[in-house]
């Protein structure tokens, strides 16, 4: 047994989350949550995380409980990452970009792409006006991180010269794009940062979690 | 001229980074960003935030330059709340639990909230379906900041025995709530938290920038 224990399930959210556990190498058990019986909302899960969603992320070696994907990502970094692979050191520059673009991914485009996700496959009624106001900002804001990849002089990411949990938690979600009918072959850079970040091969690892 | 610039506008957002400058008692110079006339999306405000959203802070003392409000405000609380009187120490379990939350406050109840003032105030005809997903699911949003007070028994803030970025945070959006006809009353606690950090002088303060 190890000290990690993800509760999850197989969403981008979820693959954020599996996808740094095993780029950090570390062990951790799995427990799968049963999303379309709502166990998320079960009495013993609100006990871990009040609001209900998956993932959720217990450290027996800290005694932390965590959840919301941009926290996770932050707290592992923090406490995994000592050697700075991942992330930029706590109070650089680098780190603020990396906290900005961080929070940028889970309060803008998750959000955004999830509203997408809803009126495009789960809605009981198509609602032109919704899906034309959701698609349009999913578009709007994958052409923001095309912006910031073409800014960035020092390599294929969002910030600095090293992969991040910001690349990390962006791709999550434009992993889930092809099946919103959205194509991002018309943005170049993200199509190839899309596509190195894919390639690695602990991020395919992740996203067989749960397997 | 202050080493403090914020560009802002009288929104929720715009709200929660004056009110904390205020809390933290720090002198800071105002740009109003017209953003009927969409200022924020101007080339000279993308080159400070690519998103082109306020608020935006540039700090001339420290060289750093940063936009989204859970991104600002824990930019502040690192540099300029020392002695930690509005947040806890980095890298304790509070400090966790005051990242978990402001990062559900600006990844759920922020933005879910904006769908709600969107579909209420600017959609240009009345949807029942996403008038109704979005009135629903801030109150399920409510209902979760009202379990996480109630399980607080060090007082009423979000996170432990003192106010902090994530209670600002949260209050930035549920001071909009009267205006999308949501009654808070129905919560409790929620409502007495509310009115405590609304009679405070310094987020009265806040609210009315830019004056």
């Known amino acids: 047994m190890s000290d990690l224990k993800l509760y999850t399930a197989g969403t981008p959210n979820g693959y954020k989350i599996s996808i740094f556990l095993e780029l950090l190498g570390l062990k951790y058990d799995v427990q799968?949550?049963?999303?379309?019986?709502?166990?998320q909302k079960q009495e013993w899960f609100l006990e871990l995380n009040p609001n209900g969603r998956i993932p959720t992320l217990v450290d027996n070696s800290t005694g932390v409980t965590i959840s919301q994907t941009g926290a996770i990502l932050q707290y592992l970094a923090d406490t995994y990452d000592k050697d700075h692979k991942f992330s930029y050191k706590f109070g650089t520059k680098e780190y603020y970009k990396q906290l900005e673009y961080l929070i940028f991914?889970?309060?803008?485009?998750?959000p955004i792409t999830g509203q997408l996700s809803h009126f495009t496959k789960s809605a009981p009624e198509k609602i032109p006006y919704a899906l034309n106001r959701y698609s349009?900002?999913?578009k709007r804001i994958i052409g923001v991180f095309e912006?910031?990849?073409?800014?960035?002089?020092e390599g294929l990411f969002l910030v600095g010269n090293h992969l991040t949990i910001t690349d990390i938690s962006v791709?999550?979600?434009?992993?889930?794009?092809?099946r919103l009918n959205i194509d991002i072959k018309e943005f170049e850079l993200f199509s190839k940062w899309f596509d190195s970040v894919k390639a690695l091969e602990p991020v395919q690892k992740g996203l067989t979690v749960p397997n």
Chains 1, 2 share one sequence.
Do not use: M, Y
């Open 147 to 153: 912006l910031i990849l073409s800014r960035n002089k």
């Open 32 to 39: 799968r949550i049963d999303i379309r019986s709502n166990e």
């Open 105 to 110: 991914s889970v309060a803008e485009q998750g």
């Open 136 to 138: 349009t900002d999913v």
């Open 171 to 178: 791709f999550g979600w434009a992993n889930s794009l092809p």
